[in-house]
């Protein structure tokens, strides 16, 4: 079997561009979670200052996971159609871990509650994990996005960051 050289050369080509969509895509989605996980702010005054007071703030403590002998904070603060979570690590370092939307009010880029799974994959592509009809995209690290449906819609977007 013989390749020439200007195949090789068009599938090298081809191989780039396509990583080349493949990476835009991930930071794409990088910055479309950052976006509705920050929407509110990273902070419990700034979500006061955008949302007011809470409904409900659910606290939770759990062991550290790389100092069990340590305790972190868990905090949710629950609002009307959204609800905002802070990671509290023992040492007081806090990183903004969740924000959950229930309604569609809220759009991002386009995407909102009510839309269908086909509507989610051609804004986002093909989910890289689907979990019990939950899609699932990642960013770099640690950081996701997830669309839970019911009855063919979407009834929640959840914006993660998992702390380290």
Known sequence: MH??????SVSLVLAVIISGAAFAQYDDR????FEGLYRFGK???????????????IETEL???????????IREYVYDDVSLVIYEAFDGKKIMMKAAYTSDAYEFDGLSMGDSAFTVTRRMGQP???????????GQVYEEVRFLFENG???EIDFIEWPD
Not at 3 to 8: L, M, N, P, Q, R
């Open 3 to 8: 390749i020439s050289k200007t195949a090789v």
């Open 30 to 33: 990088t910055d479309f979670i």
């Open 43 to 57: 902070t419990e005054a700034e979500f006061n200052a955008a949302l007011g007071e809470p409904l409900e703030i």
């Open 63 to 73: 062991a550290n996971t790389h100092r069990p002998e340590k305790t972190d904070t």
């Open 128 to 138: 890289d994990v689907i979990d019990n009809g939950i899609y699932i995209y990642y």
């Open 153 to 155: 819609t979407v009834v």
